[in-house]
Every structure is written in structure tokens, then in C-alpha cells.
Nanobody, 117 residues
Framework: QVKLVESGGGSVQAGGSLELSCATS????????TGWYRQAPGKQRDLVAE???????NYVDSVKGRFTIARDNAKNTVYLQMSSLKPEDTAVYYC???????????WGQGAHVTVSS
């Protein structure tokens, strides 16, 4: 089955930076889209950033200008580069990949990101 393995979570002070990575078991381009969601305590899982197989990107308004989604197709890896981090960014971040034909979502195990003030 499709497997997504995340790494790069941790703790950082406000204003700092972190980079998350998501290694996939098959070509990133075989998915309709890959991206990142996050879930804070007591809240639903929301989209943070995504990139389609064609290279189009989409970001939630609260992270625009601070987060960048990138990919390395040769390494089957998706990255989330985060800068100017705020305490409000504290959450568990999940890598996501969606099949265009079946609309099935595949998820990483989650990476904890904690931003202190």
C-alpha cells in the first residue's frame, strides 16, 4: 500500500523556522495532489498547503508568505518550509496524498510542531 513517512517536527521559539519532509512510496506525480494538513487540540484537521501534480500551489491565508511547499520528484519527497513561526502554528502536521482516480486520501503518521512565545 501507499506509505507516507514524515520527519522534521520539533519545538521552536516564535519567529524561528522548521522544515518538514514527507517521503512517499511512489512517484509524487502519480497523485492528483500532495500537501500538508494540521490539527490543533480541539480543532478539526485543516489544509495548510498543497501542490498539484501540475505544480500549482495553494495555501491557507494564515500561512501565506511564511510557509512554502516544495517537492523533489526524484526523491519522492514533499517538503513544508516554515518560517516566522507563531504560537498559533502549534499543531500536529500530517502529510497527505490524494489519488485522482479513486479520490482516496493517504496520510503520514503526523509530525508535532510546537512554537513557544
Amino acid at each position: 500500500q501507499v506509505k507516507l513517512v514524515e520527519s522534521g517536527g520539533g519545538s521552536v521559539q516564535a519567529g524561528g523556522s522548521l522544515e518538514l519532509s514527507c517521503a512517499t512510496s511512489r512517484s509524487i506525480l502519480s497523485f492528483a495532489a500532495t500537501g500538508w494538513y494540521r490539527q490543533a487540540p480541539g480543532k478539526q484537521r485543516d489544509l495548510v498547503a498543497e501542490i498539484t501534480s501540475g505544480g500549482d500551489t495553494n495555501y491557507v491565508d494564515s500561512v501565506k508568505g511564511r510557509f512554502t511547499i516544495a517537492r523533489d520528484n526524484a526523491k519522492n519527497t514533499v517538503y513544508l518550509q516554515m518560517s516566522s513561526l507563531k504560537p498559533e502554528d502549534t499543531a500536529v502536521y500530517y502529510c497527505d496524498a490524494r489519488s485522482g482516480y479513486t479520490n482516496v486520501e493517504f496520510w503520514g503518521q503526523g509530525a508535532h510542531v510546537t512554537v513557544s512565545s
